[in-house]
């Protein structure tokens, strides 16, 4: 018998420039929120695009969380158009990002999507975005509040409703929570293998279910992961995607992937 170990969770990495210097990063909030909710070992993964593996990669890890950015999915990859209205890019992150998604969900590897990971997947899977939401018309604007202070950025903005009976509702034990609104892009055509879990007031898609998965497969348009330790839905959330990749963590040491 092999004791389960601690999960091999990889976070997806931004590519920036720091002081012209090229840097792989991932925020401190993401990393924590794996450690303390998950109970997992986070592992960076770089935005190095087609110089990864990602059948190989994803062979190796137990879990994988797509992370927020202040970066956009390049409209090249949804059949939109490319433009100040878009950006910023990372396409060193799209290149990596959009193919692993494809990987862990057919290798059946637990995934959490956020924010831009959200999108991403969405459109790893076919789907398409709306560069700015809050341009498009019965739209509210969905970006975060101008504040300096990261309680208000972060704060509660509006409610989502869950699908009743859905997997979100069970997690939660509830069929609504508040949650915080940090993006400009979000769903517009939804992948035909996604399901709609959560929706805000105005209609925007918050949170899906991939349909069919083999594992855990979720994504959040909000951000759960600031704070997370202060938050009962984030916990729990965490809780439940920890346990999918122990699941996995478990099988692996047994010599069966």
């Known amino acids: 018998m092999h004791p389960t170990p601690q999960p091999l969770i990889g976070l997806s990495a931004d590519w920036k420039d720091s002081d012209g210097k090229p840097v792989h990063t991932v925020g401190d909030k993401y990393v924590r929120a794996i450690v303390v909710g998950a109970h997992g070992l986070p592992l960076l993964i770089p935005a190095l695009g087609a110089a990864i593996d990602p059948a190989d990669l994803a062979r190796r890890l137990d879990g994988l969380c797509l992370t927020g950015s202040l970066s956009n999915v390049h409209p090249r990859f949804y059949e939109g158009k490319p433009g100040p209205h878009a950006e910023p890019y990372d396409e060193a992150r799209d290149e990596i990002a959009i193919p692993l998604i494809r990987e862990v969900l057919s290798q059946g590897v637990p995934l959490l999507a956020i924010c831009r990971g959200f999108q991403e997947l969405n459109v790893a899977l076919g ?3 709306h560069a700015r939401v ?6 509210a604007d969905h970006r975060a509040p101008t504040s300096d202070d990261a309680d208000v950025k972060y704060g509660p903005k509006h409610p989502v409703r869950f699908a009743p009976g859905g997997t979100f509702e069970k997690i ?11 993006h400009s892009q979000g769903i517009d055509r939804l992948a035909e293998g996604l399901a709609a879990e959560g929706t805000a007031p105005d209609g925007t ?11 855990f497969a979720l994504g959040v348009q909000w951000h759960p992961e600031f704070k997370a330790d202060q938050n009962p839905f984030s916990m729990k959330l965490y809780h439940a995607f920890g346990e999918a990749c122990r ?5 692996r040491a047994g010599g069966n992937l």
Do not use: C, Q, Y
């Open 127 to 129: 789907g398409t975005l």
């Open 247 to 251: 699941a996995r963590a478990k099988t």
């Open 172 to 182: 939660a034990g509830a069929p609504e929570i508040h949650v915080n609104s940090l």
């Open 134 to 139: 809050h341009d498009v018309p019965g739209r």
């Open 205 to 215: 898609i918050e949170a899906v279910r991939v349909k069919d998965a083999p594992a």
